[in-house]
């Protein structure tokens, strides 16, 4: 008779099913590696299409500059957070203060989304064994390895909620667009070609 496999404290396997185990386990972390590279790319495509927009407000609020200027301008930095302070002043500098309230809390969402942004743009799966669980959960974080704690880590669920949330964000900025290209045309006197 074979001897038992010890795989965790309350598990003993023989022989087959010791392999049946192991070919379930890896066709789970296949699952959800596959249904994490899904999530963050869902959030990586509502990041893209938020800062498309936060461009098309930026050059919108920056009126009666050209486009052109405003887009290079917004360009001249790389940094997600930096384009967002760069709308943020275009907007609260503006005379139209009926649509500082709306801005702001778009603006406050996105920054929430601080997190998950950094980890979408830097961050690796990796699959964590919690203490007592039958199997591993993937996550997305900065690190591998090291105290718990120090690096951020997200599952499917968390990320999920997030690419949800990034999705609506980038609804709602242009939700938001067509009314101020209204407001700011009415008040500056501007003449917008349409596209």
């Known amino acids: 008779m074979a001897e038992p496999i010890k795989v965790t404290k309350t598990e003993h396997y ?20 596959s249904e994490m590279h899904l999530q963050v790319g869902r ?12 461009e098309m407000v930026f050059a919108l609020f920056s009126l ?30 503006s005379g139209e203060r009926e649509l500082h309230a709306p801005w702001n809390e778009l603006s406050e969402r996105i920054k929430q989304q601080k997190v998950v942004r950094n980890l979408a743009a830097h961050a690796s799966i990796y699959f964590r064994q919690e203490k007592g669980a039958r199997r591993s959960r993937a996550v997305i974080s900065a690190s591998s390895y090291g105290e718990r704690g120090k690096s951020k880590e997200l599952g499917i669920p968390d990320v999920k909620r997030a690419a949800d949330e990034l999705e609506a964000i ?11 290209l209204r407001a700011i045309t009415k008040a500056r006197n501007i003449t917008v070609d349409p596209w």
């Open 43 to 54: 959030t990586i495509v509502a990041l893209s299409d938020i800062e498309q927009r936060l």
């Open 64 to 93: 009666p500059i050209s486009e052109e200027r405003s887009v290079r301008t917004f360009h001249g930095t790389q940094n997600f957070n930096r384009k967002l302070e760069l709308v943020d002043y275009a907007v609260l500098r």
């Open 14 to 33: 023989v022989g087959n099913d010791f392999f049946e185990m192991m070919k379930r386990r890896f066709k789970e972390e296949l699952e959800d590696r």
């Open 170 to 180: 980038a609804r709602d900025i242009i939700r938001f667009f067509s009314p101020t």
